[in-house]
């Protein structure tokens, strides 16, 4: 006797959504606020790469002065701003000999922009620990130090978490939630701190802490000077490099209000979707595993509310649409994201869906990325 078909789909629905269900679980447990060390773990470099940031540059280069724990240095490098950036670091450094404004060269040919600047700032840096921090990250007091001290205690010559994202619009809350949910529900901790392997490398390029010498000896930026995505491709040089890289939790250690409203947020998604999962092998694969995971299983309880599907259809469906949920919850309270958007849940993965395949699908016709008011060729790094 056949199985219905319904009742085949909503089961290999149940089994898609379990997983991230069961690595959210554990990496939750895993991914925890990394502890100071008595007495600090030597200078660290706060490296911040700034173009056109007058409206977020003061605050966050204020509160990167204001880390505590450990000794700290803060360079921003003024990327060829035309508004006001300069003038407030000038101003603030002449306050605090802690800081200094780097003016960044020219850019080099095939050098994206971000990686330029934190390559010029890492050789003007003095700490054993580089900090690398966006202009519109707000760094808690002792980050700097937390996040030094478990380099050190573990080993790792990288060490990464995700900022906590405020999110004021409704398009940033369509959009902005996939950072952890992606990582949190999808990315194997435990085997990641067990191996090596490149592919199991991951950061948040928002927050990322290297080892001066691991740094130096991997190339750091100039070993991805191409790339657009410097949260997946420093980790992963680094690994092939047989340097150990990490994660933390980061809703203690760090704020960011990384993008201001849909359109924004879309065009910066989609220029990390050049290096992520845009490409005709990845994306096929993470569009079955969402839609069946965490969209199928809607369509499926409507249906069987409507008495469209067998009844053991529609359990395995609502099964698998709680197990959904419950990710979802346990990640958003977890991080501090604002609760609310657990219930856009299903919209957020259709426009991230959205984004890469509109990103894919436009590859071959516009072969580039805009980003900051540069383009860069796409597929390159």
């Known amino acids: 006797m056949s ?33 100071p060390e008595p007495g600090g773990s030597g200078l660290v470099s706060i ?41 407030i670091v000038s101003g603030l450094a002449a306050e605090d000999p802690r800081l200094r404004l780097v ?8 050098w994206t922009g971000k990686n330029a600047a934190c390559a010029h700032l890492a050789a003007q840096a003095q700490g054993a620990h580089l900090l690398f921090i966006d202009a519109d990250v707000t760094l808690a007091p002792e980050a700097a130090a937390r996040l ?16 906590r994202q405020r999110m004021d619009s409704l398009g940033e809350r369509l959009t902005v939630p996939m ?19 490149p592919s199991l490398g991951a950061a948040c390029g928002q927050l990322i802490l290297a080892a001066r010498a691991a740094y130096a000896a991997t ?3 100039a070993g991805i000077r191409t790339s657009l995505h410097d949260g997946m491709r420093l980790p992963r040089l680094f690994r092939a490099h047989g340097r150990r890289t990490d994660l933390v939790a980061g809703r203690d250690l760090a704020r960011c209000h990384m993008y201001r409203g849909f359109r924004e947020a879309w065009a910066g998604f989609s220029k990390n979707a050049h290096e992520g999962m845009a490409t005709p092998r990845a994306l096929p694969v993470w569009t079955l595993l969402l839609l069946l995971g965490q969209i199928v299983p809607w369509l499926l ?9 067998a009844p053991a259809a529609l359990v395995l469906a609502a099964t698998a649409l709680a197990l959904s949920l419950a990710t979802r919850a346990a990640i958003t309270l977890a991080v501090r994201e604002p609760w609310p958007t657990i219930l856009l849940h299903p919209a957020t993965v259709l426009v991230a869906l959205a984004i890469q395949w509109n ?23």
Not at 15 to 33: C, D, G, S
Not at 179 to 197: D, E, H, K, T
Request: with cysteine.
């Open 3 to 35: 199985l219905d078909p319904t009742v085949v789909l909503a089961l290999l629905c149940l089994a898609v959504a379990l997983q991230p269900a069961l690595f959210a679980a554990m990496n939750l447990i895993l991914l925890r606020k990394p502890e």
């Open 301 to 309: 309880v409507a249906a069987g509310l409507s008495g469209l599907i």
């Open 47 to 87: 490296l911040i790469p700034a173009r056109n940031e007058a409206g977020t540059i003061a605050g966050t280069v204020r509160a990167a002065l204001a880390s505590t724990g450990t000794p700290v240095e803060v360079l921003v490098g003024d990327d060829h701003s035309t508004d006001d950036t300069a003038a």
């Open 219 to 221: 190339g750091g930026h």
């Open 179 to 197: 950072i952890n949910f992606l990582l949190v529900s999808y990315l194997p901790v435990a085997a990641m701190r067990a191996s090596l392997q």
């Open 148 to 163: 030094a001290a478990h380099a050190a205690r573990t080993g790792a010559d990288l060490v990464s978490a995700v900022p």
């Open 103 to 110: 003016p960044v060269p020219s850019l080099p040919e095939g």
């Open 359 to 381: 990103v894919l699908l436009r590859r071959e016709r516009a072969g580039a990325a805009s980003w900051k008011g540069r383009t860069y060729p796409v597929g390159r790094a």
